[in-house]
């Protein structure tokens, strides 16, 4: 676990690099040294062969880990990845410590709800985000497993709280499906962020994984928001009560 200098000196260091100098001045003098930590589990499940695996090594490997074998997976995995942010708004730092979990295909249930309950007892109950892939370059099946995974997702109470991302991978290969049909599904009907990659090309990959950060915090700051309105409302009313005011 690296310290708070450490990942100070290194969002400078990031931030030097990628823009200007001055930049990275006012970051060291306006963050303060306060590093916030936030543990994120994300899911990642989808259609046999539709790149799971691969997708989730090349963003913990740094776009160096595509292989053509195919290798099914047969167990569950966690793969781990930290990554810092910088808010340029509030001048905060946050230490992402990501758990992405890899479920085997033939772990999932896809018709009784009964058999969906025992399946979220390994490690897939209570994501912060839910990845639902399928492979472009497939035929309709692989979007058919999709559909009912993400029917599932929403109606079961331990994984409707996630936020769910639908995931196109393969698109180094010519698209078999509709891609407009799946668009409006994905955005119009179920309101879901949709997202195209290729593993092989490493071709949005961090994209996918900045995406669901941001929508993480963005959930966080308004759950924040709401619990301080709250509070704030409710401090009103108890002075309100006590002073006995009335209005005339
Ligand atoms: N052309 C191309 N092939 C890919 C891409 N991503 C994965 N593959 C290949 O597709 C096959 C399956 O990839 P995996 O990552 O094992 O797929 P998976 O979804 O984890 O498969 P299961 O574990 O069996 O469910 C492998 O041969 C990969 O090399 C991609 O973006 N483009
Ligand atoms: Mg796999």
């Known amino acids: 676990m690296p310290t708070t200098a450490d990942l100070r000196a290194f969002v400078r260091e990031a931030t030097t690099s990628s823009s200007s100098t001055d930049g990275a001045t006012s970051l060291t003098a306006d963050c303060n040294g306060q590093i916030h930590s936030e543990t994120v589990k994300i899911v990642v499940l989808g259609a046999a062969c539709a790149g799971k695996t691969s997708v989730i090594k090349q ?15 047969e167990r569950k995995s966690s793969h781990f990845k930290t990554v810092l942010t910088f808010d340029t708004n509030t001048q905060k730092i946050t230490h992402w410590a990501l758990k992405i979990v890899d479920v085997p295909v033939t772990d999932v249930p896809i018709a009784a709800v009964m058999s969906w309950s025992n399946f979220l007892q390994f490690d897939v109950a209570n994501a912060a985000a839910y990845v639902i892939m399928f492979d472009v370059s497939a035929q309709f099946h692989s979007f058919d497993f999709v559909r009912t995974i993400r029917e599932q997702l929403v109606n079961h109470p ?22 407009s049909d799946i668009m409006h599904v994905v955005q119009k009907q179920w309101k879901c962020q949709y997202f195209e990659c290729s593993s092989k090309k490493n071709f949005h990959i961090v994209g996918l994984f900045q995406a669901i950060i941001e929508a993480v915090q963005a959930k966080q700051s308004a759950a924040a928001r709401a619990k301080a309105h709250h509070s704030e409302f409710h401090g009103f009313r108890r002075t309100f009560k006590s002073d006995k005011c009335c209005i005339q």
């Open 158 to 179: 331990s994984t409707s709280g996630g936020l769910i991302f639908i995931a196109g991978n393969k698109v180094d290969l010519p698209y078999q499906l509709n891609r």
């Open 59 to 73: 963003f913990v490997g740094n776009g160096q880990e595509f292989s053509d074998h195919y290798d099914p997976t």
